[in-house]
């Protein structure tokens, strides 16, 4: 069941996706819409939007705030 928009990851502000150092919310944080992606040399985490259910406990986890829902991305949504 979907309740809201799901959530995206800025990839050009994830320390992950920059330089590798960062994988708190693969790590220590147990939603099963996130996973690995490689793309070339990179590599990061992604939000599977078919799997996130909008619930934003991913904002809490993010150190860098780059978890944003997919309105926040296009400069479409409300501040939180
Ligand atoms: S914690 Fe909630 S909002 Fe974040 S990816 Fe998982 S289901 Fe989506
Ligand atoms: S916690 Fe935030 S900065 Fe760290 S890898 Fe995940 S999305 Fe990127």
Redesign the pocket.
């Known amino acids: 069941m979907k309740w809201i928009d799901?959530?995206v990851i800025v990839e050009a502000d994830c320390a992950s996706w920059k330089s590798g150092k960062c994988n708190v919310c693969i790590d220590h944080?147990g939603?099963v819409?996130?996973y690995w992606r490689h793309e070339g040399e990179r590599a990061g985490p992604q939000?599977d939007e078919a799997?996130?259910?909008?619930?934003?406990?991913?904002?809490q986890v993010c150190p860098l705030n780059v978890?944003v829902d997919v309105d926040e991305q296009t400069g479409t949504g409300s501040e939180r």
């Open positions: 799901p959530c944080f939603c819409a996130f939000i799997m996130c259910t909008g619930c934003r406990l991913c904002f978890i």
